[in-house]
Every structure is written in C-alpha cells, then in structure tokens.
C-alpha cells in the first residue's frame, strides 16, 4: 500500500494568509493525487485532481503542485469558509489511500 | 443533479453482518465506478472498496478484503456493500462516492458523494 503523510496535522492562520499543506507518498505516484476538503458533518468535496486539475467549481484561491513523491496543497488568501479538514488520496495504484488529514482553524 | 443515497446502516453485533445500498440519480450510472469510503468516530477518511461501471473489476482495502463485498446492478442504479464479520473497528460512517471519470479502467478519485449511512458495530 502506498501510505500518505500529511503535513501540519493542523494549523491557524488568518483570514487573507497564505496556506501550505504538503502530502508526501512513499512512492512515486506519477500526479495521481486528489485533495478533497471536509466540513464537520459533511461529506467530503473534490478539490483537485490530478496533482494540480482543479474541479469545476471550486475557487481559484485553491492551487496544487508537486511531482514524485511530495504535493501541496495551496490556498491563496484564506477565507472564513476555508475552515474544515484537508485530506490528499493517490489513486496511482490500488488499494487507494488517504492522508491523515489538515485540519485548518481561522485565528 | 448528481445525487447518491446510501441506506442500510445501524447497529449489530461483532462478527455480524450487514449490506449497504448506495442508489444513485442524476448520471450514466453504468458509464462510472463507484467507491465506497468510510469514516471512524473523530477519525480521518478510509477508503474501503471500488467497483468499475461494467462491475468487471474490483478493489478492497487490506483490512477489509475477505470480509467486505461490493457489487453493483446497472438496471437498477444501485450499489452494494456487504459486510460480514464486522468488528468494533468497522463501526463507522459509511460514504458511496461516484468516480470522476466515465468509463475509467481504474478510479481515479470521486467527484460526487453521498451523505452516508452510520454502520455501529456493539455487543
């Protein structure tokens, strides 16, 4: 299986911060890394795809790169309604897996 | 719209069994794989099985491969997930997610996600 390490496991920033989360694989996993973001409650919702594709919808505040074995998830100007848990996933190769996950708090 | 809606979640008995629906709308349902993944209390995401749209090839979780069935039938839109010697570990929220990409050979993340059903497994 190819694990996931996810890192801050959380992390406070203000509104209009920059935010890093960086998601490193075991293994090279070729830019098949999606990031979804989580609400409490809530089901998960499709951010990017494909290391850096964004998903129709989804603010341009949110950006990906990476390549290899270490991704990042970027969010430009942090908003109040960015508050939730941030988890990447590779599909490179099954059994899929997830991040431990990002948790994001607004100061 | 895209809409899924798992059911048949609740409580049972370690070493019980269960079987999970996932009925879907809104889409080619027999042009997209289907996932299933599940959240512990508190916990981060799992996730547990995928099956392709033609239902030719499917894909477990080590933790749950042995124990956990998914299936699907395209005339009816629907998804299944059986359970069968569950343990307290598998006492979880249980999401079906649709696949991103029509007719994938593999999966390749999901796009659209149920609201999910609890499974609590207790003695």
């Known amino acids: 299986d190819i694990q996931l390490t996810q890192s801050p496991s959380s992390l406070s920033a203000s509104v209009g911060d920059r935010v890093t989360i960086t998601c490193r694989a075991r293994?090279?996993?070729?830019?098949?890394l999606a990031w979804y973001q989580q609400k409490p409650g809530k089901a998960p919702n499709l951010l990017l795809y494909?290391?850096?594709r964004l998903e129709s919808g989804v603010p341009s505040r949110f950006s990906g790169s990476g390549s290899g074995t270490e991704y990042t998830l970027t969010i430009s100007s942090l908003q109040p309604v960015d508050s939730a848990t941030y988890y990447c996933?590779?599909?490179?190769?099954?059994?899929?897996?997830f991040g431990g996950g990002t948790k994001v708090e607004i100061k | 719209q895209v809409q899924l809606v798992e059911s048949g979640g609740g409580v049972v008995q370690p070493g019980g069994s269960l079987r999970l629906s996932c009925a879907a709308s809104g889409f080619s349902f027999s042009s997209y794989g289907i996932h299933w993944v599940r959240q512990a209390p508190g916990k981060g995401l799992q996730w547990v099985a995928f099956i392709r749209y033609d239902g030719s090839n499917k894909n477990y979780a080590d933790s749950v491969r042995g124990r956990f069935t998914i299936s699907r039938d395209n005339p009816t839109n629907t998804v299944y997930l059986q359970l069968n010697s569950l343990t307290t570990e598998d006492t979880a929220v249980y999401y079906c997610a649709k696949d991103r990409l029509r007719s994938s050979i593999a999966a390749v993340g999901a796009d659209y996600w149920g609201q999910g059903t609890l499974v609590t497994v207790s003695s």
């Open positions: 494909g290391a850096y």
């Open positions: 996933q590779q599909y490179y190769t099954p059994p899929l897996t």
């Open positions: 293994q090279g996993i070729s830019d098949s």
